[in-house]
């Protein structure tokens, strides 16, 4: 650039509050960026929902159970391709902050529903055979440092006395969707109605099945919902897009309170820096005269006061942007699975980084229309 060196020079002039603007803007940033990866936590299970799969829930709540005698009847339905039902399971692995989902499966139809969770063949067969057996995501094995063949002990107090069970690890699945949940425990449906207490035999948490194609998304829910209506144990059945809408509604107090605060103290930086600009600028009111006056134009004066708050951003935000990178996998890491993994993708990074430049050139634009219409004589006066 041809003047760089003028506008360098004038950003060094006061370094000190040429560190602390540059601050504004990194903070700035890296909360814009944690802002948008815990966002999208929130809606990735919304967003990699199947199209085409139902989720049935008993009307009273999730956490009320279905009778598995229910299956027959709803694979009966026109539409229905395939049919899997789950449990929470809810163990605790060494210690109750190492959180991670742990559901009871249908080995028999869990591949055919949810077709996005590959496990290798050899390791499905195996875990079918297993009674003990366990399948984790890659996510989660790698966060415990778990392989195939390991003794896995889980302690659980829901299904009566405090127990531990214990598994063997005989397949990790890897989810074929970008961003997909990995932190899954599964273990199956006869070992776990084998031990449960008597009156919970033959229950289940809820039903997921795949469709023919999604167009019968509607009819058959409704389709469901009629068959056991006026039942003992009425039904529930949406889309499961909807029910990952719902059951996140559950986390969803805590998004509001990241993402307020986060806003208020995000544009608290932004009108700081916006301020410090224009003070600078109203320091150099005579200079920017002077320039005047020596034949610089008045487009040259507000790209001049543009450029250096568009470099006060771009490296304010490089900075911010470096320590969203280095600092959200340990947030991640440090939740231990209490909330959904924390991801942060190139696009982000990028639109953070056109978002920097945009409030560095808002930031700059006043200031600098201000000392575009500056007149020479009214400047000097001023002195």
């Known amino acids: 650039m ?3 060196r003028l506008i360098f020079a004038n950003l060094f002039r006061k370094k000190a509050r040429l560190i602390l603007t540059i601050g504004s803007f990194a903070v700035a940033l890296f909360l814009f960026t944690f802002l948008a990866v815990v966002k999208n936590a929130f809606s990735r299970g919304t967003e990699l929902a199947g199209a085409d799969r139902l989720v049935i829930i008993n009307r009273a709540g999730l956490i009320q159970t279905i009778p598995l005698a229910y299956r027959d009847k709803i694979l009966a339905i026109q539409g229905v391709k395939a049919l899997t039902h789950n449990n929470w399971f809810g163990g605790v692995y060494q210690d109750e902050r190492n959180f991670f989902p742990q559901f009871v499966i249908d080995p028999e139809n869990q591949r055919q529903v949810m077709t996005e969770m590959k496990v290798p063949d050899d390791q499905w067969k195996n875990f079918v055979n297993d009674r003990q057996g366990a399948v984790v995501g890659a996510g989660l094995a790698k966060r415990f440092g778990w392989k195939t063949g390991d003794r896995i002990p889980l302690k659980n107090a829901l299904y009566g006395p405090t127990k531990t ?3 063997n690890l005989d397949g990790i699945y890897k989810n074929d969707h970008p961003g997909g949940d990995e932190s899954q425990f599964w273990l199956q449906w006869k070992y776990f109605d084998e031990n449960v207490p008597s009156v919970m035999k033959g229950s289940i948490g809820w039903y997921v099945l795949k469709l023919d194609t999604p167009d019968d998304a509607v009819r058959v829910a409704k389709a469901i919902d009629t068959e056991f209506a006026n039942s003992s144990t009425e039904t529930k059945t949406e889309t499961e ?4 809408a719902g059951f996140a509604k559950q986390l969803g107090n805590i998004e509001f309170l990241i993402l307020t605060i986060g806003g208020v103290v995000f544009f608290t930086l932004l009108l700081v820096t916006g301020n410090t600009m224009a003070i600078s600028v109203r320091e150099r009111t005579s200079e920017l005269a002077v ?3 020596i034949g610089f134009t008045d487009r040259f004066v507000l790209f001049f006061v543009l450029a250096e708050s568009l470099v006060i951003a771009l490296i304010g935000g490089l ?6 990178i280095l600092a959200i996998p340990a947030v991640g890491a440090a939740l231990n699975g209490l909330m959904p993994p924390l991801l942060l993708s190139a696009v982000m990074l990028l639109i953070g980084l056109g978002f920097a430049l945009l409030v560095g050139a808002a930031s700059g634009l006043l200031p600098g229309l201000g000392a575009m219409r500056l007149r020479v004589v009214d400047a000097l006066r001023r002195v």
């Open 319 to 324: 900075i911010g942007l470096g320590l969203a």
């Open 291 to 293: 320039l005047k006056a």
């Open 165 to 167: 069970w214990e598994f």
């Open 2 to 4: 041809k003047y760089s």
């Open 241 to 244: 897009s909807a029910f990952q």
